[in-house]
Structure formats: C-alpha cells, structure tokens
C-alpha cells in the first residue's frame, strides 16, 4: 500500500526526537510574569488591566486588538506591576503585562478536575464563544485565533478537518507526549470542532514514526465510539504537517494560490490546538498552558524534558529549571529546527505557540560557507510547493519583481527545505523569503488599489 | 543569563543542513568513475594510468593557478569538481595519447570551457567534453588512431579501431554492416567487458554501468535523462535498422559502443550543463540520443555522442526557460 | 571561371543594393521624431544612469526635463549645479541651485563601542537581517554591518571598515545620488549638504530607546540628554523620540555641542582643527556666566524700576 504523503518533494532529516520517552512535567511558577500582548497572529491584543491591579489565574488581561486577535488570561495570580515595553526572543520591543506572582488562586467557574467530559455541547454559538473567550488560538506554529478558523465565510462548507499529528520537525517531541499522555482529550476537543464545522469528517493524522501516539489515538477513538474520526498513519517524511501538504495527503487535494483551505473544504487544526480547545469547552479553562520540549543534540538525554508551561515565562527561567544551557549549545532555538527562531534574547518570554528551547551544537547548525550554484536542481526537488528556488534567488538579487511573482515567490511556504537540501550552501531561503515579503506587498498595494479604484467607480456610478 | 548569549548564533530558519555538499557529490561521481578507471588501466597498461594522472593533476593544478592568481579568489580545488573533469577527459582520450595533448586538453577543458566562464556552475558547455571535441578536431591522428599497449596481468588490449570506426569504414568500402561485423569478429558480449577498441572510457560498458548505479542509489542524479537518450538511440537505430539492416546498425549495438554509456551516464547528466526541470531533462535526452544518431548513421565522423551533448548543452538555457516542475496548486 | 566571378559579383552587388533599399524604406516608414534638444540633454549628463534623480536613467532624466515647464522638480543630483547649469542653458530655462550633499552615516556603533550580543549567522544582507531581529549587538536601530549600502552604490564611493564594522564614505567619489539611503532598512544613512569647505555636523546616532538602555548598548549613543538643544544658540538642534537630530540648514559649525555632548554621539567632520573641548567649554561656561549675571543684572534692574515705579502707582491712586 502506497503510504500517504504529499505529492510534491520533500526532505528526509533526521527526526532525533530523543526526548521522546520523557513523561510531562509541569513547571513550577516563577517570581514574575510577563506576558506578552502578541501571542497570536494578527493585531497584538489590548490590556484591560492597570498596574497595580489584583488578578487570578486565568482572569482576561487583555482583549482582542481587532478581528484577527484573541484574548489573553491571566497565567498566575498576583499584582499587575508594569505594562510596558519589553524585548522579545528577537530583540524587538513588544508592550507585556508584568505580574508578581502571589499563589496560584485561579478565578472562579473554570474546572481543574481530571474528569473526562464526554459530553459534548449542542450550540454551536456556545462552543466558538468559549473558544473565542477563553483565547484559543492554532499552537501548530501560525498561533491563528482558532474561533476564526473555525467560523468560515459563509458558502463555503467544510467536508474535512484534518488534525494534525505529524510533527514532522526534528528533536520536537511535545505533541507526541500529548498524544500519549491526553489522547481523549485530544479526541474530543476533534469531535467538538467537527460540531462546529457542521458534522463533517475529520481524519487525524501521524507520521509513521509514532506508533506509540497512533495506537494510543486509534484507542481512544474506539473507547469514545467516535465513529467518524478515522486516525491515519503517515509516511516520515518534512514537511508532512504543512497545513498545504497535509490536504494534499489526506485528501488528495490542492490548495490553490492565495487560497485559504475551505477554498478546498479543508480545516486544519493541530493536536495541541485539539486538546486546548478541549479545556476551553469542556471546562472553560483558558489557553495559558501548552507542552514545551527541551532538547538539543548537545544535551544528554536525561537532561532532556517536556514541560507543561504556563505563558509569560522567562525562557532563561525554564532553561534555568532544565539544568541550564549546555556547554555545547551554540545556538538556542524556540520552535523545530526547520522552521522555529533563533532566540537572540533567552530573556525573552513564553507565548501561547512556544513549543521548544532547542539547543544545537555549533556542528549541527553553524552554516558552511556559501559557494557557487551547481545547477544540480536540488532544491527544485525538495520544494514541496514545486517553486524552483535557485531560480527565484536569481530573481530576488536581481531584484525582478515581476518575474518573481509571476514563478509564484507568494506561494513559498518558508518550510526551509531548499536551504537545507543545497550542496552549495547557498542561503536560498534568506533571500526567499525576503523577496517574498516584498512580492506580498506590492500584490496586497494592488489589491488595495483595486479595491479603491471599485469603490471609486461605484461611489461615482450613485 | 545574558553573558552566555554572548556566543550564540542567530540565523533565519532552517537550523539545520543535510550532509550534502558539492564536495560530497563530486566525491561520489569520482568514486563511480573510479571502476571505469581501473578497468582501463588494467585494459590498457600503465599509460592509461600516466595519462589519467597528468589529466587529473594538471586540472587540479591549472584551477589553482587561475582562480588565486587569475581571479584573486579563493581556490576552489577542494570541491574536486576538477578532479571529476580530470577523470573525465583521461576517460575520453585513447591510451595512446601523448601526455602534452592531454594537458592542452586540461587546459581548453578548465581554462577556455570551464574558468573562464567564471567556474564550476556557470559554465555553459561540459568542459571535459569540450576539451574531447578539441582534440579531436585539433589532433585527428592521435585521437582516433588506436594501438593499445600492453595491458596488465596479461590482459590482452585490443589494437585497431573502434567498432564504430570499422563499421563507417566498412559502409564506405562497400560492405554490409553484418559482413562487417562478422569480419571483424564483433559481439555483444565483447563490448560488455570491454573487448573492444576505443577511449580508455568507451571500453568497459559494465563498470561505467555500475558506477551509474552507484550516482542513482547515491541520489546524486536522477534517471530522467540517461534514459531518455537511450530510449531516443534505441528507437531511432530500430527504425534505420528495421528499414535496412545492411546500412544500418542495430539498436544494442549503438546502445554499447562509441562512449554512448559514459556520455549518458556522466556527461550528459553533469549538473551544470543540463536542465534544472525532469520535462527539460527528457527534451535534453530526446535530442542528444537523435543528433548522436543523425551523425553516427549520415555523418562524416562515425562518432556522435561528444558533438550531440555539446550541442544540447547549448540548448539548456531554453530548455530551462521553457520547462519549470509542476507548482503545488497551480496549473 | 571568369563567367563564375562574374555571376558572384553581380548577384552579390544587386542584393546589395536591394538590401539597401529596403533598410533605407523601413528606416523612413519607422522613423521616430524627437526633440533633438534630449540627445543634447543626454550629452551633458554624467551618464551614470543611477536613478539618484528619480527617472530610470539619464535619458529619461533628458526626456522629462525637456517637456518639463521648468527645471524646478528635475535635479542630477550627481552632475550638481555645473550639469544642470548647462542643461538649463540647452533648455533655456532657469535653475535654482542647490548646496551640494553628501552620503552620511549617523552610527557610531564601532565594534569598540557596541558590544556583539550574538553571532548572526544568515545571509550576509542587511536586509535578511533586519527582517529577522533586532541585530548582534543591544542596539536595535544601528548599523548592522552586512554592506548593503556598499552593493547598493555604483561609484564605489562606499566600503566597509574591517575595524570597525561600519561602512565608510569616499566624500570625493559620492554623487549623492541616495541610492544607500534606500538601501538601508535601518535609515541609518542620510544625505547632508556638504557643508562650507566640506564643514559640517551630525548626530552620529539614530537609536530612539531611552537613555539607560541606550548607554547599556553602545557606548556612543545618542542618550536624548538633551545637553546640545540647551548649548545650541542657533536653534539648530532638536532632541525627538529621545535622539538628537541638527538641521544643517540653521547650524552654524560652531562646534559647541560637539563639545558638550557627554557621549561623543555628535561627529564634526571636515575642520582643518581638531576640537579643543576644554577651550570650548571654558567659553560657554563663561558665556553661560555672563549670561547668567546680565540675566540676574537685569532681574535686579527690572526689580528695582518696579520698586521705583510702585510709589509713583501709589501717588496715582491718592491722586
């Protein structure tokens, strides 16, 4: 039987998820909390609190900055002592709430119980208020509020929600021990989102290289006589949870350029984002907890961790509770190897997304000097998008704007497979990535402008 | 906390590499060409050896020389892209070849094909094949005039010409090609294990093919291309021969003799020189397998693989243009 | 034989001649009229076609100057007042001229003064790395060191100093054409008159953070102290969003604040002196003194016509 896969290239690293049999741990709260106001994608969310105000754990402390935005809880009780300025893990300057920590004393009418509730809500008003009150939003990467996803534009009809499980980055380990360790939970927050999207199929997906997660899922399904989840095995092979490649894979469909995944009848929502949806409905708890691998090439196994965090954590505080930064570590990364960031401040704090603090040996991730292109089309062959990047470097140094978009530079998903895959070591993806920003621009000016020019016409035609 | 940032790197994702380099790759293509090599020098003796060294070394040392002291760059000699060049134009010369016409080869081949282009990927034409068509042209005598010495451990070498050779001058002396070969004492099998006369290169079908292999298995190179000159050499030679058998070779004979698997395997899928997309590729491969049989069958040289990769090469950067992969999404 | 040559010959000469004939119809049919005056335009032109003045090269420069009304939005800002001289004198327009500018760069982030936080390890663009964070050192708003003003100048006027990590500009070959000024994703880079026998003064900082942070960075900061406003007597400098900023428009090249500025943020380039700072300092103390003592000379006198003033007042009101 052909495994299912994306159709279009892809790239083989190794998967080095070591921490993979560390149980989850749960951190204990530091002095201070800051939390920061863009934890999700889209406009940074807008306190409600004052300094010296008294909040709970898991009181809103802001409220969402625009349509594509989410609320942010409270992680810890205390005393809000400062809203201002502080460096994110990139050394730019983003507003956080600072909270002294006194206790943990959580605001009223959110369940801490370990009780599994089956019971799913009939409203569907009901459940996207909870998940929009209680600040979820997609923990695959994007951080996309997830009560947006979950409401599509009216005509358009999900047929399909994938969930994804393929963690398919290297060393990342988190979404594998939720499977393990919540894999009802998990389910149910699936069966509560296919409510949502009106009934309609939803197929979880796993690579290969967990047989572990995909019993336990396949399990836990049978036990909920969840009739219409059907839990799938996926080939190993990066990047197969690409929301892109994960349609392509499961249902054999593409979506076009520019097009979001309903255009296809697609929804695609992580494992993590499942299991916080869970605790939103289900016990009205909001999102300031998610799994947080701590793992590197330079760390010896039993230093390795996965911690359950609350957000607004210093990292150098989690990576100080993990034994602190190895002797080898010469880069620290917040995110997979593939995809996440370098961190440049470890003073910087955790975010809803946050999913690891990678450390790599100066061996593993210094890059070697660029050279010439060979012209091999290596990179042709990796790009799971079919782009040809040798190519859109050529154009991007050239500076030719057309041409770059009309090879289609918009549709790069910046999965890195065309920088990790060249001989030649050249930065393709660097320079991609940066003429695609460009190219964005200039096609979203247009649209603008078309838009204006519309309205213009219509406003003279009355 | 902030003092161990000190000596962190920072850099745009991805954090990680595979363990592919240009070095790597030209390192497998020099160990695929490496049985070809043996088997010639035990074909042909210790001067196949002395040439495929001055080839090799006089490459080697002409990048050096160019790019520290002509360009004022960085050598670039570690990469063994011109020990690869090397190995190949030793391979694309007869044993016979005297060694001052193997270092004017290295010189057209790094120098005029591939330097002064300005180096390895931006060369338009393969270097080691441009070098072989300037002998060729340049030094008839010494190019295709083959009286093999001795081979080692009492191998016996084979004196005379190629079996393309004797094929053309049989067709112009007014014979068949089956008295030909039956005159000749031609077969299949002699090809194969390299009983044949030729370039040092030409002569050992299977472990050119085994070094073919090991680039496929390797993921150095893909199929598309070799494949694609075979079918388009088998298709056209079955028609010519199916039409007249007594003008015309037969297909399993242009598939083995005449450099056709080295110029398949090695020269027609060298990185630089041939399509980036499978479509161009295939096209690559269609014309390069129909001039070779344009020429072996109509031309005057009885070879045609060197002139149909040159030619193709020149075609590449249409090909390039007019051919892309299928894009995710898109028509 | 001689038949042979003949034939050559004439067939050779007569589609020669039909050739001709051809080329010279098409040649008319296709015949493009245009103002002559642009080629002459062109001619002048230092024919670097940069973009500096905002056209796509000097012919388009020629072509819009000519159908211009005036030559007041057209201006080669690498050719100066002599290019356009002779450009208004083809056109027989007016010019008005305009102080000659030169490339500036206003960061004082030396490897010495500005401490490396982290390695950057990406594409060597300065534009990659912006995108990407706040840069290797604590200072997020300076130079970052990867010469994408360098690739980005055609005169070679531009280099990066190995020393100090921060790119240097060859006044005699910069035209001012602003194309580092756009290449900078930092703004770093400015173009400034050139000031009187290449006279002039800058802030050489850019960073906006607050003080404290500012010092924590780089030890040549602009600290938004606001010290030069107080000391300027020209109104020449203003202190915004926490940096200082001088308008060479109004400074004087006096050279006090440079004197004054506690980090050594303010550069004066260009004098044939090296600044005495003490000498300068001793003149404003002293020029503060004295103001110091009219203003209290005066304070006294105003007070003393008011006391005098009063019983007048007083005399009024009983009168």
Not at chain 1, 50 to 76: C, L, N, R
Not at chain 1, 111 to 130: C, Y
Not at chain 1, 330 to 338: C, D, E, R, T, V
């Amino acid at each position: 039987m052909a495994k299912i896969t994306f159709s279009l290239g892809g790239v083989h690293p190794d998967d080095a998820k070591l921490a993979k049999d560390r149980p989850i741990e749960v951190l204990p709260l530091p002095q201070t909390v800051y939390v920061s106001m863009a934890q999700h994608l889209g406009a940074p969310a807008k306190p409600v609190v004052a300094v010296g105000d008294v909040v709970k754990t898991g009181q809103v402390i802001a409220e969402p900055g625009g349509f594509i935005s989410a609320f942010v809880h409270a992680p810890a009780s205390g005393t809000v002592k400062s809203i201002a300025p502080r460096k994110d893990l990139a050394g730019n300057w983003m507003t956080h709430i600072e909270i002294a920590v006194e206790g943990d004393e959580w605001a009223e009418g959110i369940d801490l119980s370990d009780t599994l509730v089956t019971e799913i809500p009939e409203d569907r008003a009901f459940i996207l208020d909870r998940i929009k009150a209680n600040g979820v939003v997609g923990l695959g990467g994007a951080t996309f509020p997830t009560h947006v996803k979950l409401n599509p534009a009216p005509g358009s009809v999900a047929e399909c929600l994938i969930i994804n499980g393929a963690e398919c980055e290297p060393y990342l380990t988190s979404d594998y021990r939720i499977m393990l360790e919540h894999p009802k939970e998990i389910v149910l927050g699936a069966a509560i989102m296919q409510k949502v999207l009106g009934g309609c199929k939803c197929v979880i997906g796993i690579e290969e290289n967990k047989p572990a997660a995909i019993e336990k899922m396949r399990a836990a399904v049978g036990e909920l006589h969840l009739g219409n989840i059907e839990v799938v095995s996926l080939k190993k092979k990066y990047p197969q949870g690409g929301e892109k490649q994960l349609i392509d894979a499961v249902m054999h469909r593409q979506v076009g350029s520019g097009g979001l995944p309903i255009s296809v009848g697609a929804v695609v929502q992580n494992v993590a984002t499942s299991l916080a949806v869970y605790e939103a409905v289900q016990k009205n708890k909001p999102l300031i907890t998610n799994t947080l691998t701590i793992t590197g090439d330079c760390l010896p196994v039993e230093k390795m961790h996965n911690y359950l965090f609350r957000i607004g954590m210093p990292l150098s505080y989690i990576a100080e509770q993990a034994g602190g930064v190895p002797e080898g570590a010469a880069k620290l990364i917040s995110g997979g190897p593939m995809m996440g960031k370098a961190i440049a401040n470890l003073d910087a704090c955790t975010v809803k997304g946050s999913s690891s603090i990678l450390y790599l040996s100066e061996a593993a991730t210094r890059r070697e000097p660029e050279t010439n292109c060979i012209r091999c089309g290596k990179c042709a062959e990796a790009c799971p998008m079919g782009l040809e990047p040798f190519l859109l470097n050529k154009l991007a140094r050239a500076g030719k704007t057309d041409e770059l978009e009309a090879n289609a530079v918009q549709d790069c998903i910046e999965c890195g497979c065309c920088l990790y895959t060249c001989p030649a070591h050249l930065p393709l993806l660097d320079i991609i990535r940066q003429a695609k920003g460009q190219v964005m621009g200039i096609i979203r000016a247009r649209a603008a402008a078309a838009k204006a020019a519309a309205e213009a016409a219509k406003a003279a035609k009355n | 906390m902030q003092s161990t940032m000190n000596k962190m790197l920072v850099s745009p994702s991805p954090h990680i590499h595979s363990a592919v380099s240009t070095t790597s790759l030209m390192r497998d293509v020099v160990i695929a060409l490496l049985p070809a090599a043996i088997c010639s020098v035990v074909f042909y003796g210790w001067m196949e050896l002395l040439i495929l060294a001055v080839s090799v070394a006089s490459c080697v040392l002409l990048e050096y020389v160019i790019t520290r002291y002509l360009m004022k760059a960085p050598s670039t000699i570690c990469d063994l892209s011109a020990v690869v060049t090397g190995l190949l134009l030793g391979l694309n010369l007869p044993a016979t070849t005297p060694w001052w016409v193997v270092l004017i080869g290295a010189v057209v081949a790094i120098g005029v094909a591939k330097m002064s282009f300005g180096g390895l990927g931006q060369n338009p034409f393969n270097p080691a094949l441009t070098a072989r068509v300037f002998l060729l042209v340049s030094y008839p005598t010494y190019m295709t005039h083959w009286e093999a010495p001795q081979g080692l451990f009492g191998v016996d070498a084979v004196t005379g010409p190629t079996p393309l050779g004797m094929v053309k001058e049989g067709l112009l002396q007014g014979q068949t090609v089956p008295q030909i070969m039956s005159d000749n004492g031609l077969s299949y099998s002699q090809m194969l294990f390299a009983n044949i006369g030729g370039t040092a290169g030409e002569v050992c079908a299977l472990a050119l093919l085994a070094g073919f292999v090991y680039l496929l298995v390797r993921r150095v190179i893909r199929p598309h291309i070799t494949l694609s000159i075979w079918a388009t050499v088998a298709l056209v030679s079955l028609i010519f021969w199916l039409a007249s058998p007594d003008r015309f070779t037969d297909p399993l004979f242009n598939l083995l003799t005449g450099g056709m698997i080295l110029g398949s395997c090695f020269m027609a899928t060298d990185y630089v020189t041939s399509p980036m997309s499978v479509k161009g590729g295939i096209i690559f491969g269609i014309g390069i397998g129909f001039i070779t049989m344009m020429i072996r069958y109509f031309g005057s040289y009885p070879e045609g693989m060197s002139f149909a990769i040159l030619i193709m090469n020149a075609f590449v950067p249409l090909l390039n243009m007019w051919f892309h992969q299928k894009k995710y999404g898109r028509k | 034989m001689s038949t042979t040559i003949i034939w050559t010959i004439a067939i050779i000469a007569i589609l020669g001649g039909l050739l001709a004939l051809v080329l010279y119809f098409v040649a008319e049919k296709f015949k493009v009229v245009e103002d002559p005056r642009i080629d002459e335009v062109e001619k002048v032109m230092p024919g670097a076609n940069c973009g500096g003045c905002g056209f796509a090269g000097c012919r388009a420069f020629a072509d819009a100057a000519v159908k211009a009304p005036n030559l007041d939005n057209n201006y080669c800002p690498v050719g100066g007042n002599d290019v356009m001289k002779k450009v208004a004198a083809i056109l027989g327009y007016e010019i008005k001229e305009k102080a000659p500018m030169v490339a500036v760069v206003r960061c004082n982030g030396s490897c010495e003064n500005r401490p490396k936080t982290n390695e950057y390890d990406g594409a060597s663009s300065c534009k990659v790395k912006a995108a990407l964070y706040s840069g290797d050192t604590g200072c997020a708003f300076g130079c970052l060191g990867c010469g994408d003003c360098v690739a980005a100048c055609q005169f070679g006027a531009l280099s990066m100093d190995p020393v100090t990590g921060l790119p240097v500009v060859d006044e005699s070959k910069c035209t001012a054409c602003g194309a580092c000024t756009k290449a900078c994703p930092k703004q770093i880079i400015e173009l400034r008159a050139k000031g009187p026998r290449g006279m002039r003064m800058y802030v050489s900082c850019v960073n906006k953070d607050k003080g404290p942070a500012v010092k924590k960075a780089c030890a040549a900061g602009c600290i938004g102290c606001g010290i030069c406003q107080k000391t300027c007597q020209h109104g020449a400098i203003t202190v915004e969003n926490n940096v200082a900023y001088i308008d060479y428009t109004k400074c004087k090249l006096c050279r006090e604040c440079e004197a004054m500025c506690p980090t050594g943020a303010i550069h004066g380039v260009g004098f044939p002196k090296p600044l005495d700072k003490e000498a300068v300092k001793t003149r404003i103390q002293e020029r503060q003194k004295k103001a110091r003592e009219a203003a209290a000379a005066a304070a006294a006198a105003a007070k003393a016509a008011a006391e005098a003033a009063e019983p007048v007042k007083k005399e009024e009101n009983n009168g």
